[in-house]
């Protein structure tokens, strides 16, 4: 495990010297120290940064070959996938299954994103059809500048990833902080110093976001500010960032509805259900976790719902067969377990879960939940819980059931299943989400733009959106023709 800041591609200690402790969720055991950085530090990643980018000519490197170190950088996490998903178990708690997925999938990234940066060696910009033949015109991409990257602990390595490997392509340099609770595999992707990455253009701070993080909104050396998590923090960070009128782009929450139609097979959408708000105990920004099922099949599904749900293995993530492993934090627990105690007083039905589970005593554990009979304006509806806590209601017909799906301040996702595939369509059509699922919920493809409406965001991530969250537009125009312009005349020939 690494103990340093990576800064300018060397490995060093924070000036102030500080370190903050890392809990394994499971075990509530403190098993390592991380240096705390300060604005010292983050000013020393920002200099480490503007230099590559600015002078050492990073940004003037051909697609191809910062596609090469971007290849590189995916081999290097491949070859040490166990290792480093291990290393996200004990720091976010999550079954080693399902970090080995994130693991490869941050591999899959860096090597998807090298890709674009080769098909964009060829792109010369893109002509522009101008009104007035005197003239010539292109648009053409280049990158924004310094990136500031701060991300949550729900996905840590694969968040980073997202981030970093679309800044590099477009020839940004990076600084990285991620969150206080799950850093240790952030500072793997150090990898990039065998990758022989130049120094500067990654660069990772570790410590709080009051401090490290403030520090990164507010440098003047940051051109863009590239934000995944709360909404309050968004907020703010949109806010410092008008100041400069830094480029922002935001992933948010959300409180995303799954509506299931009474044609639909009620097994498969019980795995769906369950898939969309179990995996990854529900810390997942695009859970599904307000199911609307319509009235004919409501009680059968809710009965194999709850049935199913009670058979989830709960464990520590390290161990064979685990499905829900322990919530992040303490804090995390405690807000969960507060969040169902206030649905419950608010007039909530616990169906299933609920509480801490037997033989549990240490770990930040807590029993897959079902709450039923969830008031609408009560905060277990509208509000994310960003735990394994599912919301369920019967609706009656296709109306209210986009009625109730789009009654939230959030758009990060929806899901609609019906095997009426012109109905599916026409529900997916009315959502106002950045991402619709028809027949499933959650899957996740690089190649696909990510990010919400409304307060779930600002910008899209992956794909050829994901790319330009880090290009400005340049126009360039020519004149050329051999007809003077004929603006400026002089007086004398002005009377003629
Ligand atoms: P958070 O509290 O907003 O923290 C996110 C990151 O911001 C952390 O690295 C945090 O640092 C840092 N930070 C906190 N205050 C800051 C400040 N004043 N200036 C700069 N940085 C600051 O969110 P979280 O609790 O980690 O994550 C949960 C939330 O993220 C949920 O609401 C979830 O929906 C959202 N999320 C969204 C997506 C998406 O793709 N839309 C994905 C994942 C999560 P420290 O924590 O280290 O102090
Ligand atoms: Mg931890």
């Known amino acids: 495990m690494r103990s340093e800041l990576y800064i300018g591609g060397r490995w060093i200690s924070p000036i102030k010297g500080g370190t903050f402790d890392v809990v394994n969720p499971a075990t509530e055991d403190v098993i390592h120290k991380l240096p705390a950085a300060t604005a010292e530090d983050v000013d020393a990643a920002v200099a480490a940064a503007r230099r590559a980018f600015d002078k050492d000519g990073w940004p003037k490197l051909s697609g191809a070959q910062r596609a090469a170190y971007l290849r590189a950088i995916a081999d290097g996490i491949r070859v040490r996938q166990q290792e480093i998903a291990r290393l996200?178990?004990?720091?976010?708690?999550?079954?080693?299954?399902?970090?080995?997925?994130?693991?490869?999938?941050?591999?899959?990234c860096f090597d998807y994103f090298a890709g674009l940066a080769e098909q964009r060696d060829n792109d010369r910009g893109e002509p522009i059809k101008l009104s007035d033949a005197r003239f010539t015109s292109r648009a053409v991409k280049e990158p924004i500048g310094v990136a500031g990257a701060i991300i949550p602990w729900n996905y840590p390595l694969l968040m980073a990833a997202w981030k970093v490997a679309p800044a590099l392509v477009a020839g940004c340099t990076v600084v990285l902080k991620p969150a206080e609770l799950t850093s240790l595999t952030?500072?793997?992707?150090?990898?990039?110093?065998?990758?022989?990455?130049?120094?500067?253009?990654?660069?990772v701070v570790t410590g709080s976001g009051s401090v490290a993080g403030q520090a990164i909104v507010d440098h003047k050396g940051v051109d863009k500010l590239a934000f995944t998590g709360s909404g309050p923090v968004g907020s703010k960070i949109m806010t410092a960032a008008a100041r400069d009128i830094k480029r922002v782009s935001l992933e948010l929450g959300g409180k995303s509805p799954f509506v299931v139609f009474d044609d639909a097979d009620i097994d498969e959408a019980v795995e769906w259900i369950m898939f969309g708000i179990f995996w990854n105990q529900g810390q997942v920004c695009s859970a599904t976790s307000r199911v609307l099922v319509q009235d004919g099949i409501y009680g059968e599904l809710l009965r194999r719902l709850v049935e199913e749900t009670r058979k989830i293995t709960i464990g520590n993530g390290l161990e064979d067969g685990i499905l829900l492993g322990p919530l992040v934090s303490k804090r995390q627990h405690e807000q969960v377990l507060g969040a169902i105690e206030a649905a419950r007083a608010a007039g909530a039905t616990v169906a299933c879960g609920g509480r801490r589970p037997d033989g549990f005593e240490r770990g930040y554990f807590l029993e897959p939940t079902v709450l039923t009979d969830v008031p609408?304006?009560?905060d277990a509806w509208r509000e994310e819980i960003f735990g394994p806590v599912l919301c369920i209601r019967p609706f009656s017909d296709e109306n209210e059931a986009i009625e109730l799906a789009n009654e939230s301040r959030f758009g990060l996702a929806a899901a609609v299943m019906s095997k009426d595939d012109v109905r599916a369509e026409r529900v997916a059509a009315a959502f106002r989400a950045g991402i619709v699922w028809i027949n499933c919920s959650q899957p996740t493809f690089?190649?696909?733009?990510?990010?919400?409406?409304?307060?779930?965001?600002?910008g899209r991530e992956l794909g050829y959106w994901g790319l330009e969250n880090y290009l400005e537009t340049k126009q360039i125009t020519k004149f050329v023709t051999e007809e003077p312009w004929g603006w400026y005349m002089k007086p004398s020939e002005a009377a003629q």
């Open 376 to 378: 609408l304006g009560s």
């Open 186 to 203: 952030a500072l793997e992707l150090a990898i990039a110093d065998e990758a022989k990455l130049p120094p500067g253009v990654l660069n």
């Open 446 to 458: 690089t190649e696909a733009p990510w990010g919400g409406y409304k307060e779930s965001g600002i």
């Open 88 to 108: 996200e178990v004990i720091d976010n708690g999550k079954p080693l299954p399902e970090a080995a997925w994130d693991i490869a999938n941050a591999a899959g």
